[in-house]
């Protein structure tokens, strides 16, 4: 290479550098605050505010947008995000097809997402566009493998299973089909609603037809309490299991008495009094849920915890990160990327993280808990 | 399946069938007389239903203030036209925004959650039906006579609207009332549910009150004339804008009284209306969207189809009940001569 020729690139690469160091890093956060999925989408705009500032001197600039549910507008989102913003990283989307759709665009531009979405489908199989993402969600089958070992050890021997006619539900009649025959317990129906249906007496009857010894219900947010009553209704009386998408208190609030009882797994967030101060995730999540409620009036859902983790996650990779290069090139995206790939023993509000280029959800055991409804609560099951 | 899985699942279908029938009838009403496909119908529902479930909740009753917003809107509207011929509009406008205001004064000093319930569903209805002649005034009227395609556009457009404002209003949580009363009643080896009973009965009461309406009285009868021919009724004199109000107003009423009563039943969110009233409009399209009563039997007809088909193959319940709407139309349109629409 002769020297006319690598001149000019060096100068447009120092050009470059002098412009990026007075840039802030900027986080695009694209959000489904309105339409069908605006039940999680709201926590997680609302999270925002209470995201991390300033890392290591320099200002984090957030830009957060809705896509109003819709996979299409994500796309239009991202692309937005991504020429006309310049962001250095993306935070969502809130819906499992609308992350499923972005992916590609983040990973042509070679921007790190962190997407709080529950389908392991956008980290797993790890290839060369998702090893771009990263999941603030535990993978549904370390809360359903939980499940499965409570069964197991509570003598269950049989399973009817409901499930959202979504992503979600049918990721979960994948995920449990296959742990519940490794342990041995037959599924012995398999029924699916839509969240906005307003009966499900059908699926219910036929679950009951099947005589089950415990049903477990998977769906997202409150559309998981209507199987549930149902089911009690018709004068169900065995154990009920739940996902980690009816760790709401809505779910108390809308099934009341007829909810005693359930089982399910998810974050400790839900019972942060029963848990011992050991928990590394404790400290954590009683700050942001104290931020939040501070902020907002309310109690946040576990929707919005996943996006605080997302702000965590970056603000223990950014500086790292800056020794590689200024905000706003792609030298620093990169190197946000092996930060994040890097991260080890993260506290977060969910669990504990530790990425590996496998592992791009990196939760272990601690971040899950067992959890019932006791007098209209939730407790820790002991 | 046996015999009391099959009487549960019919019980299931009468149930969401006599919801579907009521809507049916009010699109048709609707359509027939402003030729107007009512698409944000299922918002009254969902305002029915959230305007209960709120007041139980001990929440601030946020429709009020929706129904302000529309009265003092449309009294915006006449303005310019007003003021051109140097009159002030017409009484009956100040007249809804003074209705708003005492409303929205009442709800907000009344103890709404330790009501009983009959008020409380008094209470919903006197905030969901005025809206529904408001909306026409504001979107409709002023297009009343463009191509029912035209209609059609403005009506999905203020179905994006309200479900936006629902949303607003309500939140994205999903909200549930108390049942009506408690007790079923047992017949044999089923008990039917209280509710259940409550919804088959005011749906056979409203029915036969909406057959006297249109038979014995002069307004319904009005309503009929402008339905049949719109501008032969207008030279009987017969105010086609009064028709189309009262339409709305009775769709409102209809929608919002399926709210209350299927609140108890499910949990229902911001956008749960228009799913129920899409079913209502399959039930229509079988009657032709002209026949009341064979809109109210295939109403309760598609309830019971979606009832036992989710029981066979729950994956498929939707694809089975829009399915439905196929035959209809094929039979429709092969048996009926095609007239150019009048413009």
Redesign the interface.
Known sequence: MSFQRVLPALFLATAFCAGGAQAQIKVGVISSS???V??V??PQKNTVALLPREVAGQRIDYVSLDDASDPTASVSAVKKLINEEKIDALIGPSGSPNAMGVIQFAAAAGIPMLAPVGTAAVVLPMNAQKKWVFKTTQNDDLIASALVDHMKATGIRTVGFIGA?DPYGENWAKVTGELLQAAGIKLVSS?????????????A??TQ?ARPDAVLIASP???A??PQTTLF??GYRGKVYQTHGAALD?FLK?GGRKVEGTILAASSMLVLDDIPASNPTKAVATRYVADYEKLHGSKPATFGANVYDAGLLLQAAIPAALKQGAPGTAAFRAALRDALEQTRELAGTQGVYNMTPADHSGFDRRGRELITVKNGRWAALK | MDSQIALLLGQDGLTSGAIYALLALSLVLVFSITRVLLVPQGEFVTFGAMAMAGMQAGKPATLAWLLLGLAALRLALMLPAALRRRRLPAARSWGMLAYAVALLLLLRNLPLQQLPMAVQALLALAMVVPMGPLLYDIVFRPIASAHALVLLIASIALHGVLVGVSLLMFGAEGARSEPFSGNGLALGAVTFKAQTLWVIGVTLGLLLALYAFFNHTLLGKALRATAVQRLGAELMGISTAFAGQASFALAAFIGCLSGILIAPLTTLYFDSGFLIALKGFVGAVTGGMASYPVAALGAGGIGLVESFSTFWASDYKEVIVFTLILPFLLWRSLTTRHTEEEA
């Open positions: 309105s339409g069908p605006a039940l989408g709201i006619a029924e699916s609603f839509q969240r906005r249906d307003t009966s499900v007496t059908a699926q009857l036929k037809a947010g409150s559309s309490v209507l209704d018709q809505e809308l």
